[in-house]
């Protein structure tokens, strides 16, 4: 470590502080920038009228994307704390919003199941024949159909069709009966699946010598785990682009149809992936930006950040479509047969597309390498935050050389054994339960309303933005002002009224879920929201004084921060010096 660098630790304290800004930039990319970009924006944007969809998702990213990124990042740099810290000393009655961001971190941290997956791919990558190409393995069935079969030129269109509609791939069967093991249901949890155990003790590993060191040991893991999954993203695009068929799937990804602008779901979907890229109301960019010097321009980086978030996202569906379009002509079926998102086009259609190339070794290992830094970035410092925002509750007790070192260990053993839930036979019914309640549009946007209306109207906007000002010594434009009052909180609410009113229950393929299941999923949900309610109360009822006494005190901050007190000491004293001087 330089001297500069020492030199802030010892002015940032015990907390530590990021060595440069280079390093605050590369881990929150690392930490946007995540799977939700490769898999989940190219399948939305196809769905959702092609290049129509970029028509609500860019306005979306301007009225809502940025002035959300802005408003979380500047909070975590003003007030140097954790995410429940935080809301606590800028503004009581809202505690429970880093609560919720707490709970909702515990049921984030079973994400590590997909580079557990990812993993065991990578592995499985090297063998001299790729096994989800083929029917000659162990766990195939009879009704298996392997890429060579759909490959042949003696089969046309119309039987590859028939033949699809009553077969099982060679890659399904990998993923279903090699990998997960997948048992009946829920009720039918099964034995562990060691092999992807073992994926899963590699994948917390990393984890925990990432993050052992807190933002000394982090900050430096993303020089790497941050740039490199872009080689392989621009090595994966110039191979796309280039194979037969490619252009067929840009333009099923492209393709725009106008008339889905009308369709309010459309725009509900772009919202709905603005605040999953973004990683926004989770609480991490509070943590993370909580790190930074009090005088860092958050409002120049918040820009550059949502810029290069939104980027990837676009650039990834050519990396995507352009293999989906290649696989399709090689297997003379249309490209919206190949087409899916998620695990399905992770763990399924790339791996058949790329088994279909020449040197399939090759590119299923830099596709699962990068599959693997994308979602270590994104774990880690989702891991970071829970342990800082603990830390900055109880400093006495994890805050130290050895005693934080201790504490990621206990935090990071105890989450594995737990996750071998997941990694059962029936751990992919629990791990798809979790997803779709505990991390659901819903919540991302009950907290978007609370964070505005706290931010907005009892903190006041005008005073946050004037403490923005005083941080970067920026005038903020007064659109921001609109966003957090207006815009933000009213396009949330539409979204979290309808997502009430046309909530559907889960279903896997044709399995439906045990009354049990449902009620757990609802109360994975509501216990994020009912979180605010409950603590807003508490202290309303436990706070001392008139009703209007107790809203006063739980509404106003308990003190301004260490840096702005000594600002304000430092302009109270030059004050002093200049009143002496002039009366001298």
Known sequence: MTLEETMKQKRAGNRGKWASKREYVLVVAGYVVGLGNVWRFPYLCYMNGGGAFLVPYGLLVVFSGIPMFLLETSIGQYTQEGFITCWKNFCPIATGIGCGHLILKFYASGYILIEAWAIFYLVFSFRAQLPWATCDNTWNTANCLGLQTLD???????????????????????????????????????????????????????????????????????????????????????????????????????????NRLADLEVWIEAGSQIFFSYSLTGGTLIVLSSYNDSNNNCYR??????????????????????????????????????????????????????????LPQFWSVCFFLMLILLAVDSHFVMVESFITTVTDLFPKWF????????????????????????????????????????????????????????????????????????????????????????????????????YLVKYQRLTINDYVYPDWAYALGRFMTFSIIVMVALWATGMMCLTPGTFRERLSVICRPVEEPAWKRRKMRQEGMSMELMTSATTT
């Open 399 to 498: 805050r130290g050389p050895v005693k934080h070192e201790i504490f990621v260990l206990v935090i990071c053993a105890f989450t594995f054994l737990l996750h071998l839930l997941l990694v059962t036979e029936g751990g992919i019914y629990i791990f798809t339960l979790i997803d779709f309640y505990g991390s659901t549009r819903v919540c991302q946007n009950f907290i978007a309303i609370c964070e505005c209306v706290v931010v907005a109207w009892i903190f006041g906007v005008d005073r946050h933005v004037s403490n923005i000002e005083d941080m970067t010594g920026q005038r903020l434009a007064v659109f921001f002002k609109i966003c957090w009052k207006y815009i933000t909180p009213f396009l949330s609410l539409i979204a979290f009224i309808i």
């Open 301 to 358: 980086d918040c820009f550059w950040l949502c810029l290069l978030n939104s980027g990837t996202s676009f650039v990834a569906g050519f990396v995507v479509f352009s293999v989906l379009g290649f696989m399709a002509q090689e297997q003379s079926v249309p490209v919206n047969t190949v087409v899916q998102s998620g695990p399905g086009l992770a763990f399924i259609a790339y791996p058949q597309a790329t088994a279909l190339m020449p």
């Open 152 to 258: 042949s030129p003696s089969v046309n269109l119309t039987a590859n069709q028939t033949m699809l509609k009553k077969t099982t791939s060679a890659a399904v069967e990998f993923w279903e009966r090699r990998m997960l093991g997948m048992s009946g249901g829920i009720e039918e949890l099964g034995s562990v699946r060691w092999e992807l155990a073992l994926c899963l003790l590699v994948a917390w590993t990393i984890c925990y010598f990432c993050i052992w060191k807190g933002v000394r040991s982090s900050g430096k893991v993303a020089y790497f785990t941050a740039t490199f999954p872009y080689v392989m993203l621009l090595i994966l695009l110039i191979r796309g682009l280039t194979l037969p068929g490619a252009w067929d799937g840009i333009y099923y990804y492209l393709y725009p149809d106008l």
